[in-house]
């Protein structure tokens, strides 16, 4: 079993940072492939960015591109999404999942954590 703790959320203006933690417990932190996700009030939970098991590569959604970066430190058990010139549209709740491959589709990740609210005010 793996256990993931978020934190990191908050509220902050349009423009500002924040950097998201997902810290895992057990020893197989580096066999997967780690993800974030977000949903908003009312809409689908999206996959937000995503770096690979193996080889590290990484993956933006479209609307996060060039403002959001995710990283792992394996000897932490951690994954981080730095978030920069964030938007009131970037509001939702944002998870981290762990799974064996990177995918949109949320239900192909085994283990979750439970969300920590990020607020962009205009």
């Known amino acids: 079993q793996v256990q993931l703790v978020e934190s990191g959320g908050g509220l902050v203006q349009a423009g500002g940072s924040l950097r998201l933690s997902c810290a895992a417990s057990?020893?197989?932190?580096?066999?997967?492939?780690w993800a974030w996700f977000r949903q908003a009030p009312g809409k689908e939970r999206d996959l937000v960015a995503g770096v690979r098991r193996y080889t590290g590569s990484t993956y933006y959604a479209d609307s996060v591109k060039g403002r959001f970066v995710i990283s792992r430190d394996n000897a932490k058990n951690t994954v981080y999404l730095k978030m920069n010139s964030l938007k009131p549209e970037d509001t939702a709740v944002y998870f981290c999942?762990?799974?064996?491959?990177?995918?949109?589709?949320?239900?192909?990740?085994?283990?979750w954590g439970q969300g920590t609210q990020v607020t962009v005010s205009s």
């Open positions: 057990g020893r197989t932190f580096s066999s997967y492939t």
């Open positions: 999942a762990a799974g064996g491959s990177l995918d949109t589709d949320g239900d192909t990740y085994d283990y």
